[in-house]
């Protein structure tokens, strides 16, 4: 099973249109430039790294690229069973999944990124990753802070961006580095992405949302605010407002499209930020990049069986064995076992009765009804027969409803 994934602002680089010139799908640039009154040729060819880092210009590159991409791979055959963005990707998930004509999507993106531009230039703020912590310990450094900083990327395991001013930025990496960060990465861009401070380009972006016509999906989009499925054209408009303002949930989107049954994530688009997510997110699930025409030969080579001359594993993720265990409610997961148990990936032999329900750990063997934790006050329970792989939320992480919290491994279909 085939997902899509398109990455964001951040991922553009100064010529990376030149790889592109001489295909086919080369011609989609003139459309959408057409639909944007922009000269995207320039933008994509000639543009200097400083000029294509305005967030104005940036999202508008790095969308238009990951659509000519996206037509390439189109172009052989190929359609995904289910599509993601990060951040402005979100957009181009929405096209790809037919949610969105190319035109409409072009038309949301220029104003996307010129009311972004706009916050952030009577407000600047800036970004920073943090390598090495944990979700809530992020979210501590943050409130410990006092000031103006925020969680705005739930990137992947370990990796967690924040976002605010200077000041707060500052505060809340003395913070992180207390709570075991390993390392602080400056984010080089001039905004608070998906904070509060995003709040006048909210209300721009909500009167273009409230004139653009959304088509229901073709194939399942899986959304940043909240990482669940949503199949109705009326909930786009206001997810992507709500976008600006809220932190993406990016690893929660990738543990989506795995417990949907994705056996292989595609990036399309510049970079290869995304297909690294994967692999330290979903490490069973093979990643693949396509940002030049090269690439398209080794997706070609994973659709078609063989990856650098080795076939490509046969397992349960080809069937229907595999499921996961979402959280009913929203609140505080908390596992039923020790923490150091968190930290086991690997399948083990069974070492709980099934039914049993306590000291649930990787290997153990769950029936039906197994309690594997609690959010809040009430129960998680297993509604599947199989033993437990992995958990996909760790000890005191705040989850929305609908998140899978634990990976469990049926026994039909082997």
Same mark, same amino acid.
């Given at each position: 099973? &085939?997902?899509?994934?398109?990455?964001?602002?951040?991922?553009?680089?100064?010529?990376?249109?030149?790889?592109?010139?001489?295909?086919?799908?080369?011609?989609?640039?003139?459309?959408?430039?057409?639909?944007?009154?922009? /000269?995207? =040729?320039?933008?994509?060819?000639?543009?200097?790294?400083?000029?294509? =880092?305005?967030?104005?210009?940036?999202?508008?590159?790095?969308?238009?690229?990951?659509?000519?991409?996206?037509?390439?791979?189109?172009?052989?055959?190929? !359609?995904?069973? *289910?599509?993601?963005?990060?951040? &402005?990707?979100?957009?181009?998930?929405?096209?790809?999944?037919? !949610?969105?004509?190319? $035109?409409?999507?072009?038309?949301?993106?220029?104003?996307?990124?010129?009311?972004?531009? *706009?916050? *952030?230039?009577?407000?600047?703020?800036?970004?920073?990753?943090?390598?090495? @912590?944990?979700?809530?310990? !992020?979210?501590?450094?943050?409130?410990? $802070?006092?000031?103006?900083?925020?969680?705005?990327?739930?990137?992947?395991?370990?990796?967690?961006? @924040? $976002?605010?001013?200077?000041?707060? @930025?500052?505060?809340?990496?003395?913070?992180?580095?207390?709570?075991?960060? %390993?390392?602080?990465?400056?984010?080089?861009?001039?905004?608070?992405?998906?904070?509060? +401070? +995003?709040?006048?380009? %909210?209300?721009?972006?909500?009167?273009?949302?409230?004139?653009?016509?959304?088509?229901?999906?073709?194939?399942?989009?899986?959304?940043?605010?909240?990482?669940?499925?949503?199949?109705?054209?009326?909930?786009?408009?206001?997810?992507?407002?709500?976008?600006?303002?809220?932190?993406? %949930?990016?690893?929660?989107? &990738?543990?989506?499209?795995?417990?949907?049954?994705?056996? =292989?994530?595609?990036?399309?688009?510049?970079?290869?930020?995304?297909?690294? +997510?994967?692999? %330290?997110?979903?490490?069973?699930?093979?990643?693949?990049?396509?940002?030049?025409? *090269? /690439?398209?030969?080794?997706?070609?080579?994973?659709?078609?069986?063989?990856?650098?001359?080795? #076939?490509? #594993?046969?397992?349960?993720?080809?069937? =229907?064995?595999?499921?996961?265990?979402?959280?009913?409610?929203?609140?505080?997961?908390?596992?039923?076992?020790?923490? !150091?148990?968190?930290?086991?990936?690997?399948?083990?032999?069974?070492?709980?009765?099934?039914?049993?329900?306590?000291?649930?750990? #990787?290997?153990?063997?769950?029936?039906?009804?197994?309690?594997?934790?609690?959010?809040?006050?009430? /129960?998680?329970?297993?509604?599947?027969?199989?033993? &437990?792989?992995?958990?996909?939320?760790?000890?005191?992480?705040?989850?929305?409803?609908?998140?899978?919290?634990?990976? @469990?491994?049926?026994?039909?279909?082997?």
């Amino acid at each position: 099973m &085939l997902a899509f994934t398109f990455p964001g602002q951040g991922s553009q680089r100064s010529g990376m249109g030149h790889a592109w010139v001489e295909h086919p799908s080369w011609e989609v640039v003139a459309e959408a430039g057409e639909v944007a009154g922009r /000269d995207l =040729t320039a933008l994509l060819l000639d543009a200097p790294m400083d000029e294509l =880092t305005r967030t104005a210009n940036a999202q508008l590159a790095t969308f238009v690229t990951s659509l000519v991409v996206l037509d390439a791979v189109e172009r052989l055959g190929l !359609a995904p069973a *289910a599509c993601a963005g990060h951040s &402005l990707g979100e957009y181009t998930a929405l096209v790809a999944a037919g !949610a969105l004509s190319l $035109a409409d999507g072009t038309e949301l993106v220029v104003e996307r990124g010129d009311a972004m531009q *706009a916050a *952030a230039d009577a407000r600047p703020g800036t970004m920073a990753a943090l390598l090495g @912590i944990a979700d809530d310990d !992020a979210e501590a450094a943050c409130q410990r $802070a006092e000031s103006d900083v925020w969680v705005a990327n739930y990137n992947a395991p370990g990796q967690v961006v @924040i $976002a605010g001013t200077a000041e707060g @930025i500052a505060a809340a990496t003395v913070h992180a580095k207390e709570l075991g960060a %390993r390392k602080v990465l400056p984010v080089p861009v001039s905004g608070a992405f998906h904070t509060p +401070m +995003m709040l006048p380009a %909210r209300d721009r972006l909500r009167a273009r949302l409230a004139v653009t016509t959304f088509h229901a999906p073709e194939v399942p989009v899986v959304a940043n605010v909240d990482a669940r499925v949503h199949t109705d054209a009326g909930e786009w408009p206001g997810l992507l407002s709500s976008q600006l303002c809220s932190p993406v %949930r990016w690893r929660h989107c &990738l543990e989506t499209l795995h417990g949907r049954g994705a056996t =292989t994530v595609v990036e399309l688009g510049p970079g290869g930020v995304l297909a690294g +997510m994967v692999r %330290r997110t979903v490490p069973d699930v093979r990643a693949v990049s396509v940002a030049v025409p *090269a /690439d398209l030969d080794k997706l070609m080579d994973v659709v078609a069986g063989t990856d650098d001359g080795q #076939p490509v #594993p046969q397992g349960e993720h080809l069937y =229907t064995s595999e499921r996961v265990v979402v959280s009913p409610s929203p609140g505080v997961f908390e596992p039923d076992v020790g923490l !150091a148990a968190l930290e086991a990936t690997a399948l083990a032999e069974a070492s709980a009765a099934p039914g049993s329900g306590a000291g649930v750990t #990787p290997g153990s063997v769950l029936a039906v009804g197994d309690r594997v934790g609690t959010v809040g006050p009430t /129960d998680v329970r297993t509604p599947f027969e199989g033993v &437990l792989v992995r958990w996909l939320a760790v000890r005191g992480e705040r989850v929305v409803e609908g998140q899978p919290v634990a990976w @469990i491994r049926t026994g039909g279909g082997a």
